[in-house]
């Protein structure tokens, strides 16, 4: 069995992911992560309910990746239910928006850390690790200054450099004048978060060589995280071009199951390599640069 943990896993995207994990790869585990194991559970439970095989493939892990004791746990109950066997994959889908910027990045970027910390040891030498970003990210990015744009783009920056960022940028949670002072546009903290996402997946890719560690946003998906977006807009989801969660899953099974070229990358989604400082509509031609 190829063992794979998804964390955010009890709704929206994580839910489709692990729903496609289960349903086209016979020889898959899946650890559904969820920050409440309630709503773990009665994922699950309707996971199993539709079809009766998925669940002798499936375990529900208490996990909140923005509680480092949670993550901790988790980490341990999953090292106990492997046996000696190793982590096929982590997929890191957990995230939020909507909210103030150190709450945002606590979840989005500092999670995303704190779960590989804690579970790369679990996983196999040649292992996956995917982080569903967004094309919030590489947008973010693109309203920077040309010095904080290659900041973002640098394939020598380490953890350490950008916690330090992460912590100026905290400084000015709220600021927007002191963020557009600094060169980062408005600050707006999903996109800053997601583009520092973006960022660490080259830096883990780069300390961790043998893995296979990529990025991917899931597209424009109809999820709580969006689905006030829509309601405000006077558009239906289907006006507003909005997928549904089975879709969204799409690039990030690419990641987990596909063959891949390159490592510490960003992919669309539609599945083909994106850039990290500007936006690429789906289906136009594959990004091609360093």
């Known amino acids: ?3 794979i943990l998804v964390t955010g896993a009890n709704k929206g995207i994580g839910l489709g992911i692990v729903q496609a ?14 920050r409440d194991p309630g709503r773990g559970h009665e994922a699950a439970a309707g996971l199993v309910q539709a079809r009766a095989a998925r669940q002798e493939r499936i375990e529900v892990i208490a996990l909140d990746v923005a509680d480092a ?10 090292a106990q239910s492997l046996r000696g066997e190793r982590l096929y994959a982590v997929v890191n889908n ?15 970027t500092l999670g995303v850390q704190r779960v590989c910390e ?5 996983l196999d030498p040649a292992g996956r690790v995917v982080n569903v970003t967004s094309a919030s990210g590489p947008s973010f990015v693109s309203r920077c200054s040309e010095a904080r744009q290659r900041f973002f783009l640098d394939d020598r920056v380490t953890w350490p450099q950008l916690r330090d960022f992460i912590a100026e940028c905290l400084e000015m949670a709220g600021d927007a004048a002191a963020f557009a002072a600094r060169g980062l546009g408005d600050g707006e903290p999903y996109g800053l978060s997601k583009a520092c996402t973006n960022l660490y997946t080259m830096i883990l890719a780069r300390e961790q060589p043998g893995l296979r ?41 690419q990641l987990l199951f596909g063959a891949l070229e390159g490592n510490g990358r960003y992919y ?16 136009s031609p594959e990004y091609r640069g360093p």
């Not at 994990?21 to 969820?34: C, K, N, R, S, W």
């Not at 804690?118 to 679990?122: A, D, E, G, N």
């Not at 946003?217 to 289907?238: E, V, W």
């Not at 669309?268 to 289906?283: E, F, I, M, N, T």
């Open 1 to 3: 069995m190829r063992r």
């Open 21 to 34: 994990i289960l349903d086209e790869h016979a020889d898959t585990f899946v650890y559904l992560g969820a």
């Open 69 to 78: 004791a949670s993550v901790s746990a988790a980490g341990g109950r999953v």
């Open 94 to 108: 957990a995230g939020i928006g909507g909210a103030e910027l150190a709450a945002v990045i606590e979840t989005n």
């Open 118 to 122: 804690t579970f790369l040891p679990l």
């Open 213 to 253: 560690v990529n990025a991917c946003t899931p597209g424009f998906i109809l999820t709580d995280l969006t689905r006030s977006y829509a309601a405000s807009s006077g558009k239906s989801p289907a006006e507003l071009g909005m997928k549904s969660p089975a879709e969204g899953a799409r690039s990030a099974l």
């Open 268 to 283: 669309g989604s539609d599945g083909k390599r994106s850039p990290l400082d500007r936006y690429r509509a789906p289906g």
